[in-house]
């Protein structure tokens, strides 16, 4: 109930396909262990996992991509793209919910957002993502920053973000002229293609 595999090799479940150089799995464990080249595709959400190594836990719905990793998130109109030293999936498999965590060195890229941080946790299912530890994010007009963000999606497109503790917004406006706000807390609020629409401010809110 060991199998190894040397050579480009591919498992393949009704959930996921892993292929890497090699391949262990470990049937009464649901253990595997990937290494070179590997690759992960979740079917359902189509996400995909990318790096110099893998290892993926059956029972606990745990996959650890690392080295290199990569994870793109394909929706119908876009790429979410995903790097970082070490990243984390784990499948709920009670309630069929899908979490991402990214940890050390973290960027991410979309057409309409790209940002980095230290770390970072992404609900695929709900599509929010929380960014902790001195994130940076810019949009098509603006830049943010705070102790922590949150970006809240629809529909494939930046809707809302959350900014907690010493937050930070800046924004170029139509003649060319810049706008800068902070506080302890800022909504912001995005209009059709994610441009920014409007901002909430809660704590010595200051405006330039």
Not at 20 to 37: E, K
Not at 142 to 164: C, G, P, V, W, Y
Request: with cysteine; charged share 25%.
């Amino acid at each position: 109930k060991v199998s190894n595999f040397t050579g480009r090799s591919t498992a393949k479940t009704d959930e996921y396909i892993l292929s890497a150089d090699t391949l262990f799995y470990d049937s009464p464990t649901q253990i595997g262990v990937a290494r070179g080249r590997v690759e992960f595709l979740s079917q359902k959400e189509k996400v995909i996992l990318t790096g110099d190594h893998g290892r993926y836990a059956g029972k606990t719905g745990l996959t650890r991509v690392y080295g290199h990793a990569l994870m793109r998130n394909i929706m119908e109109k876009d790429t979410l793209y995903l790097t970082a030293d070490t990243l984390v999936s784990l499948h709920n498999k009670q309630d069929s919910i899908r979490r991402l965590f990214a940890y050390k060195n973290v960027h991410i890229y979309k057409s309409d957002l790209s940002g980095k941080c230290d770390s970072l946790g992404y609900d695929v299912q709900d599509s929010v993502i929380h960014f902790y530890q001195k994130p940076i994010l810019w949009t098509q007009d603006s830049q943010s920053q705070a102790d922590s963000i949150s970006l809240f999606l629809q529909n494939q497109t930046l809707k809302e973000m959350r900014l907690r503790g010493k937050s930070f917004v800046i924004s170029k406006d139509s003649v060319e002229h810049f706008n800068q706000i902070k506080g302890r807390k800022i909504w912001v609020y995005f209009g059709q293609e994610s441009e920014l629409e409007h901002v909430h401010v809660e704590g010595n809110g200051e405006s330039v």
